[in-house]
């Protein structure tokens, strides 16, 4: 049983995790603010993780501590010292930038009123703080006089004293309790830890309870997407198993986390209990369709949306290879009356076979035994029509997914490299490292979302991005002003393009587009 809080603070998984910016699902840096400065400064302690959570926030990003503790943090600039040792040593954790209160309250007791009694000290830190919590400017301004003699009575010049407080005053809009950094700094270590060292049971869980989000349906499509995209399984549902929820499935190299069935559209917690304690019975499709039609022998019955539903999901796929042939008969069933579907259910539950054909075999011997003379005629040629090649096409099978499921697992491409030279997983492998980048995709656009420009030469302009899949995955490129201006009238969700793409170093954007026949 493995002990949370007994887990190695030197996990090097777990800080590659963070560096990298994979932290959906990880306390406090799931966001894209979270990810893309997690992986700028990228953090190798929980003092430097802490550091991370504190500065994310609007103050501190606006005030450009941030970038600056970013730039020190990567040697890009020096830490800020004083030549002072006291004052150097307090900022030496946050490489010379002043972020937390802590920080502050020291300047005070440390450096300002070292030579106090104790009790004495600690009220005028305490003072300090409340000054600078509460904002009040007329104590701050009696303190600052106190903090400027004090420093000046310990060897400081009044020079440096002033500087000093006016960080004190700067800091004050924007520093965070060490302490409290520390505890949520601890609590994103861990559940990076728990995703780095467990993925499986995480990306399980993380997508069991992410019908709790606001954007349901986009959440899961995004958790899915990044975990194909770090080579985590996922796979489409299953009826046998019988899952409400998101679980586990297989041993090594066969693991993989199985979509929950409660999670396919249309589909009921109800529907699950049902699918649940008939389970044993489910062999082929002529057992499902019972299982919705035969009022006599199974009270328990799906709704006609649900069985939809998980046909066109895949969840289906073990009892029949084509998704249209089990839609279809199913429809041919739901045209029958109450009389006929009786009958049916009666010859396909005698039949020693179960397969397709005893189903249209079925139908035909109705129209022929049971049907009155108007309905003999269309039951028969209905019955008649139902091919059972399998025609569907790739493109048909992934859009039912993404409808039913909100992603797609149908390969959309018949080889991984097709006319192009990266793919989506490419893509986000590099997308922070991808400045002076290009490529050539073979994709198909799920989703186009229209922006307008808030800033640069011609504010207001249409932009927009596109969410594009192939076999690897699915990605979100930038299509700006001119390219978009350009392109417009041929990009259509749902189609197939080879497009061009280049990297800007803070993501990728669409240069070229044709429709790929």
């Given at each position: 049983?493995?002990?949370?809080?007994?887990?190695s603070?030197?996990n090097?998984?777990?800080?590659?995790?963070?560096?990298?910016?994979?932290?959906?699902g990880?306390?406090?840096?799931?966001?894209?603010?979270?990810?893309?400065?997690?992986?700028?400064?990228?953090?190798?302690?929980?003092?430097?993780?802490?550091?991370?959570?504190s500065?994310?926030?609007?103050?501190?990003?606006e005030?450009?501590?941030?970038?600056?503790?970013?730039?020190?943090?990567?040697?890009?600039?020096?830490?800020?010292?004083?030549?002072?040792?006291?004052?150097?040593?307090?900022?030496?954790?946050?490489?010379?930038?002043?972020?937390?209160?802590?920080?502050?309250?020291?300047?005070?007791?440390?450096?300002?009123?070292?030579?106090m009694?104790?009790?004495?000290r600690?009220?005028?830190?305490?003072?300090?703080?409340?000054?600078?919590?509460?904002?009040?400017?007329?104590?701050?301004?009696?303190?600052?006089?106190?903090?400027?003699?004090?420093?000046v009575?310990?060897?400081?010049?009044?020079?440096?004293?002033?500087?000093?407080?006016?960080?004190?005053?700067?800091?004050?809009?924007?520093?965070?309790?060490?302490?409290?950094?520390?505890?949520?700094?601890?609590?994103?270590?861990?559940?990076?830890?728990?995703?780095?060292?467990?993925?499986?049971?995480?990306?399980?869980?993380?997508?069991?309870?992410?019908?709790?989000?606001?954007?349901?349906?986009?959440?899961?499509?995004n958790?899915?997407?990044?975990?194909?995209?770090?080579?985590?399984?996922?796979?489409?549902?299953?009826?046998?198993?019988?899952?409400?929820?998101?679980?586990?499935?297989?041993?090594?190299?066969?693991?993989?986390?199985?979509?929950g069935?409660?999670?396919?559209?249309?589909?009921?917690?109800?529907?699950?209990?049902?699918?649940?304690?008939?389970?044993?019975?489910?062999?082929?499709?002529?057992?499902f369709?019972?299982?919705?039609?035969?009022?006599?022998?199974?009270?328990?019955?799906?709704?006609?949306?649900?069985?939809?539903?998980?046909?066109?999901?895949?969840?289906?796929?073990?009892?029949?290879?084509?998704?249209?042939?089990?839609?279809?008969?199913?429809?041919?069933?739901?045209?029958?009356?109450?009389?006929?579907?009786?009958?049916?259910?009666?010859?396909?539950?005698?039949?020693?076979?179960?397969?397709?054909?005893?189903?249209?075999?079925?139908?035909?011997?109705?129209?022929?035994?049971?049907?009155?003379?108007?309905?003999?005629?269309?039951?028969?040629?209905?019955?008649?029509?139902i091919?059972?090649?399998?025609?569907?096409?790739?493109s048909?099978?992934?859009?039912?997914?993404?409808?039913?499921?909100?992603?797609?697992?149908?390969?959309?491409?018949?080889?991984?490299?097709?006319?192009?030279?990266?793919?989506?997983?490419?893509?986000?492998?590099?997308?922070?490292?991808?400045?002076?980048?290009?490529?050539?995709?073979?994709?198909?656009?799920?989703?186009?979302?229209?922006?307008?420009?808030?800033?640069?030469?011609?504010?207001?302009?249409?932009?927009?991005?596109?969410?594009?899949?192939?076999?690897?995955g699915?990605?979100?490129?930038?299509?700006?002003?001119?390219?978009?201006?350009?392109?417009?009238?041929?990009?259509?969700?749902?189609?197939?393009?080879?497009?061009?793409?280049?990297?800007?170093?803070?993501?990728?954007c669409?240069?070229?587009?044709?429709?790929?026949?």
């Amino acid at each position: 049983m493995l002990d949370i809080n007994k887990i190695s603070l030197k996990n090097q998984k777990t800080w590659d995790l963070i560096q990298k910016g994979h932290t959906s699902g990880v306390f406090q840096l799931e966001s894209e603010l979270g990810k893309q400065w997690a992986s700028k400064i990228k953090p190798r302690n929980i003092t430097e993780l802490s550091a991370v959570l504190s500065l994310i926030r609007p103050a501190c990003l606006e005030s450009g501590m941030t970038d600056q503790y970013c730039r020190i943090k990567n040697n890009q600039e020096p830490p800020f010292k004083f030549n002072d040792e006291a004052i150097d040593k307090i900022l030496g954790p946050t490489n010379g930038v002043l972020i937390f209160q802590e920080q502050l309250m020291k300047f005070g007791g440390e450096i300002a009123w070292v030579d106090m009694e104790r009790l004495e000290r600690l009220v005028m830190v305490d003072k300090l703080r409340k000054g600078i919590g509460k904002k009040d400017l007329k104590l701050l301004a009696d303190l600052k006089r106190k903090f400027i003699d004090g420093c000046v009575r310990n060897g400081r010049t009044e020079e440096l004293a002033i500087k000093l407080f006016t960080m004190i005053e700067n800091a004050g809009r924007y520093a965070f309790n060490d302490a409290h950094a520390k505890k949520y700094a601890m609590i994103s270590y861990q559940t990076a830890y728990l995703k780095a060292n467990f993925p499986y049971e995480f990306y399980s869980v993380y997508l069991s309870y992410s019908r709790a989000r606001q954007k349901a349906k986009e959440e899961i499509r995004n958790i899915v997407n990044e975990a194909r995209m770090l080579g985590i399984k996922i796979s489409a549902p299953k009826v046998s198993l019988a899952n409400k929820e998101f679980m586990i499935s297989g041993e090594g190299k066969d693991t993989r986390v199985y979509f929950g069935l409660s999670h396919i559209k249309q589909v009921s917690t109800k529907d699950v209990l049902v699918l649940k304690e008939n389970i044993d019975s489910l062999g082929n499709f002529c057992d499902f369709i019972l299982l919705h039609f035969d009022k006599e022998r199974l009270p328990s019955r799906l709704r006609s949306l649900c069985v939809e539903s998980l046909i066109s999901s895949g969840a289906c796929d073990s009892m029949y290879e084509s998704r249209s042939v089990m839609l279809e008969i199913f429809n041919v069933l739901k045209g029958l009356t109450p009389r006929e579907l009786k009958f049916v259910c009666q010859e396909i539950f005698e039949s020693e076979e179960k397969n397709m054909t005893v189903i249209i075999e079925a139908i035909i011997k109705c129209s022929r035994d049971l049907c009155t003379k108007g309905r003999k005629e269309l039951v028969m040629s209905e019955a008649k029509s139902i091919d059972l090649k399998d025609r569907e096409t790739d493109s048909w099978r992934s859009s039912r997914e993404r409808d039913s499921l909100g992603v797609a697992f149908t390969k959309i491409f018949d080889e991984d490299k097709k006319d192009h030279n990266i793919t989506c997983k490419d893509c986000f492998r590099f997308q922070k490292d991808n400045r002076g980048q290009s490529g050539k995709m073979a994709v198909s656009v799920n989703e186009i979302i229209p922006l307008v420009t808030k800033k640069g030469k011609n504010p207001g302009s249409e932009m927009c991005q596109i969410i594009v899949s192939d076999n690897s995955g699915s990605f979100k490129i930038a299509c700006f002003p001119d390219k978009y201006k350009k392109f417009k009238p041929i990009l259509n969700e749902g189609e197939k393009y080879i497009i061009n793409v280049q990297g800007t170093g803070f993501g990728w954007c669409l240069e070229n587009a044709k429709v790929l026949k």
